[in-house]
T-cell receptor, first 115, second 113 residues
């Protein structure tokens, strides 16, 4: 069975500081991994995805994530936080099943950016 | 592309009433998902369809919940009767056949009083 664990339901960083949001996954087969962002009162938007190509994945808005199989991790980083990055971030894992893909999401990490 | 369309965006109803949420997936996507988001439980997968056929409904909380997908461009999630603990944001999402990437609708915020 697939699962995702996001460490830290709330993370606060100062504007300009490094953003690090942690995600660990469990999967019995090679997974696809995703990060989504949710702004208040909106749906989830795709930030980036890992689909077994390069282990370092670059996404929108300066975010990137590195797939580390040995650590079963897919942490999200951004070198310098901006006020507009304040949102909730979800890590997700997906594996093929029954001719489609099933997506399981973590519980989310709410990022607060301090001026 | 218009993206995933959900209606209504907000629904307020009284306990015991029937609620129907609607979803139009992205054209050409063959899989459709219903999720529920609450503060306590986060984002839960309720049910998903592949080619209009329900694949896994193990996330549906109770028999009061039902979902249908009569064709490739429409799905409904029905709650009958509704209860206050059903209050949540319900998201519909769809994904294409050929690669893994799910696109979400804007959600329906349901309040049951």
């Amino acid at each position: 069975a697939q699962s995702v664990t996001q460490l830290g339901s709330h993370v606060s960083v100062s504007e300009g500081a490094l953003v690090l949001l942690r995600c660990n996954y469990s999967s019995s087969v090679p997974p696809y991994l995703f990060w989504y962002v949710q702004y208040p009162n909106q749906g989830l938007q795709l930030l980036l995805k890992y689909t077994s190509a390069a282990t370092l994945v670059k996404g929108i808005n300066g975010f990137e994530a590195e797939f580390k199989k040995s650590e079963t991790s897919f942490h999200l980083t951004k070198p310098s936080a901006h006020m507009s990055d304040a949102a909730e971030y979800f890590c997700a894992v997906s594996t093929p099943t029954s001719g489609t893909y099933k997506y399981i999401f973590g519980t989310g990490t709410r990022l607060k950016v301090l001026a | 592309d218009a993206g995933v369309i959900q209606s209504p965006r907000h629904e307020v109803t009284e306990m015991g009433q029937e609620v129907t949420l609607r979803c139009k997936p992205i054209s050409g996507h063959n899989s459709l998902f219903w999720y529920r988001q609450t503060m306590m439980r986060g984002l839960e997968l309720l049910i998903y369809f592949n080619n209009n056929v329900p694949i896994d409904d193990s996330g549906m909380p109770e028999d009061r919940f039902s979902a249908k997908m009569p064709n490739a461009s429409f799905s409904t999630l029905k709650i009958q009767p509704s209860e206050p603990r059903d209050s949540a944001v319900y998201f519909c999402a769809s994904s294409p056949r050929d690669f893994p990437q799910v696109s979400f609708g804007p959600g329906t915020r349901l309040t049951v009083t």
